[in-house]
């Protein structure tokens, strides 16, 4: 018969010291936790629950989802039974988050950063009611990408979009439709190609018709030619290349230099009713970041992203821009490319509250939001940068990689626009073409 191993031997503990505890054992109880996995989980200070449902788009910024579960470090930090589900779309995420675990859905998810703000106003959920979500942490910055039809191929398209302005005037002039695709009204990619179009002088909601499609189906969609241009992550960028069916005009990187993408978020019930749960959740995710993000690990972290119950693609689809070379398909090859997708780096998991303003911002310029929104409000409702802070202080994260100020100060755009978190109404005004006004 196997002996079992005495459980306070395992945690550095002899039996005889428990005996001799007496009116020692809170510091024998402190001594078991610093070696405990993360030195937080002793007996009684664990998260209230082992589990959460949380949801995810087939994209690489999910990375850290993926690897936090692989790797077990959502049980490191005592969440063992963590169901990480693949969603259909950002709809489908959306009506997962109202519903909760309790109704069949989830308790947070890999999200678009502007959505947990749009759900918890009631903007894009039934009937406008609410529900409340938090953001914990930001998954990453850079590395979306969009991308234009092989039919286009001639105009080798950047940053500059006047080309494309006159060329879908004339395809426009010839009664065909032109279309943009985005992945969810007022998410991010939908923000992006909508600033590129517009700093070109194309209106995107005159010009062009933008419509919605999910990750996973814009290379099947673009191949068929339901639209002329499309905005998502990767590896959908990479694959249009690698099958010779469009290629890419920029990163959004390009666009804006290290900016903010995805988040991880939660429903705020949740994390209210367990916040011991929520700070291992986020926890695990920043650790999981953290090995993301370390160039010796880029191969095994493309092929984990590669498998089927994660993005379910080929290892080469992803492979390539997750360690820094992106290939454009025009015959444009950029190796250790700036605008790598950063998981830790550059501060790119806090979740600074000027970038959410941001968001927020170009939504109340695309009419998300009516004018003179009290952005600062909702973001103070949303934002919990202070788990984030916990967390890094119970990790022991170095003082150089936790910022001192909740915002990142003024941004500067390519066509020389800048956002000051201070004044975001300058901002609005700056911009030439918008629904409303600041």
Known sequence: ????????????????????????????????????????????????????KLGFIALSDAGPLF????????AKYGMP???????????????????????????????????????????????????????????????????VAKEYADLKLGLDTAPFKAALEKKKASGKAVKAAMTFPGGTHDLWIRYWLAAGGIDPDKDIETIVVPPPQMVA????????????????????????????AVTTGEIWNK??????????????????????????????????DKMENKQELATIMAKRQWINCPVEDVAGRSAGKFDYGTGKVVENSPHIMKYWSDFASYP??????????????WGKYEAGFDAKALIAKVNREDIWREAAKDMNVAAAEIPTSKS?????FFDGKVFDPEDPAAYLKSLSIKRVDA
């Open 1 to 52: 018969m196997t002996k079992t191993a005495n459980p306070a031997r395992r945690n550095g503990l002899s039996r005889r010291q428990l005996l001799r505890a007496g009116a020692g054992t809170a510091a024998l109880l402190a001594a078991a936790k610093l070696n405990l996995p993360g030195g937080a989980f002793a007996q009684g200070a664990g998260p209230e629950v082992t589990s959460a």
């Open 67 to 74: 690897v936090a579960k692989d790797k077990g470090m959502f």
């Open 81 to 147: 039974d963590v169901d990480v589900q693949k969603q259909a779309s950002w709809g489908t995420t959306r009506d997962n988050l109202v519903l909760g675990s309790e109704g069949n859905g989830i308790d947070g998810a890999h999200i678009l950063t502007p959505m947990p703000y749009l759900i918890s106003s009631g903007k894009v959920t039934q009937n406008n009611q609410p529900t409340p979500m938090y953001i914990l942490a930001r998954l990453n910055l850079d590395a979306q990408c969009i991308s």
């Open 221 to 248: 969609n673009m191949k068929v030619g339901t639209m002329d241009c499309f905005c998502v992550g990767e590896p959908w960028n990479a694959q249009l290349v690698n099958q010779g069916i469009g290629y890419t």
């Open 259 to 292: 900016h903010p993408e995805k988040s991880f978020a939660m429903r705020s019930a949740f994390v209210d009713k367990y916040p011991k749960a929520a700070k291992a959740l986020t926890m695990a995710v920043m650790e999981a970041q953290q090995w993301c």
């Open 352 to 365: 600074f509250q000027s970038h959410d303003l941001w968001f927020i911002t170009e939504d109340i310029r």
């Open 408 to 412: 990142r100060g003024k941004e500067t």
